[in-house]
């Protein structure tokens, strides 16, 4: 069976697409991201059977079916993180995030007995950083951004519409230039915000959505959730080079005869 697969930009845009205000619908979500890699199938009519060789799992069922989705187990939100390209999300390491290493900022189920959909989200910002960063600094992000732990209305910016920052921004930066040019360019340039900066127009203009949204802040705040932005992106394009590593080395025994 193929894996559905989405992107950390699909990803955020489902997670958002969950509130009960959104007017975007799952279902289209999860559509467009499935016939992006079915784009013939579509065209010459064939697309059920590439669809029934499509594994879909039951939290993807239910929001095919239109269900209403008001929170999330850990179980779901694995099975969510599974679908994230370059992941590595299990069940096992959010359980000691919840219980031990982020506790303060994930606490409780609090909807019901399932966990929201920012806290889904802030489960797959710890993930993309701990590609590149120790659980100290990401608790030290953390307690820039979110302020106090235990309140969500001081928060500089909602986890989920941080994620999908990021994941746009990261978007702007796969699609602009190869990813080993980009990782050669950055050393050369010492300054990766710089050379971000000067790189593309599209980077820029993807920031600048996100900091329009976050007006209310005051500058030195701005400046927080912009370098957040930054350090996330970077980190998932570290995801990326470890996904191949992991590949290629895989590819290495596979061939070995």
């Not at 994930?106 to 659980?135: C, H, T, V």
Request: with cysteine; proline share 5%.
């Amino acid at each position: 069976m193929e894996a559905f697969t989405l992107s950390r930009i699909e990803m955020s845009g489902l997670l958002l697409s969950l509130s009960p205000n959104s007017e975007q619908k799952p279902l289209h979500i999860l559509q467009e991201a499935w016939s992006k890699f079915h784009r013939d199938e579509v065209r010459e009519g064939t697309s059920l059977p590439a669809f029934l060789s499509t594994d879909i799992p039951p939290i993807l069922q239910k929001l095919i079916k239109g269900r209403t989705v008001k929170g999330l187990s850990l179980g779901e939100i694995a099975s969510l993180g599974s679908l994230i390209e370059y992941s590595t999300l299990s069940v096992t390491a959010m359980q000691n995030w919840v219980k031990r290493d982020f506790k303060e900022y994930l606490g409780s189920p609090r909807e019901g007995k399932k966990y929201s959909f920012n806290q889904a989200a802030l489960l797959f910002i710890i993930d993309d950083l701990k590609a590149a960063l120790d659980f100290e600094s990401i608790r030290q992000l953390f307690r820039v951004l979110f302020l106090a732990p235990e309140r969500d209305d001081d928060d500089l910016v909602e986890p989920a519409q941080l994620y999908h920052g990021y994941a746009e921004l990261f978007e702007e930066i796969k699609t602009r230039t190869p990813m080993p040019v980009q990782a050669e360019a950055m050393a050369k340039a010492g300054n990766p915000k710089e050379f971000l900066w000067k790189a593309d127009s599209g980077i820029r203009a993807a920031m600048e959505r996100m900091m329009k949204r976050l007006s209310h802040l005051t500058r030195p705040q701005r400046d927080a959730v912009q370098n957040m932005l930054l350090i996330a992106a970077i980190s998932v394009q570290t995801c990326y080079f470890q996904a191949m590593a992991r590949q290629y080395f895989n590819a290495v025994l596979f061939l070995d005869f």
